[in-house]
């Protein structure tokens, strides 16, 4: 015998975060870049929250 259920969608499910990221390299560095994307009410922005940067040399450079 087969049971019938209602099943309700949550009214506010859960939002991943959307990220892209971004790697710019040249002979003597690269970057490395994180952004996120927020939204907040009518606005919505990518935000930079991780970058670093690595040179060729170390820190004699």
């Known amino acids: ?5 209602i099943v309700w969608r949550n ?3 859960v939002k991943q975060a959307q990220r892209k990221q971004s ?3 040249s002979s003597d560095h690269a970057l490395y870049v994180v ?3 927020v939204e ?3 606005l ?3 935000t930079t929250i991780c970058d670093f ?3 060729a040399g170390g820190r004699a450079a």
């Open 1 to 5: 015998m087969t049971k019938i259920a």
């Open 11 to 13: 009214p506010e499910p």
């Open 35 to 37: 952004q996120e994307f």
């Open 40 to 42: 907040t009410g009518c």
């Open 53 to 55: 940067e690595v040179l």
């Open 44 to 46: 919505s922005y990518w």
């Open 23 to 25: 790697l710019e390299e």
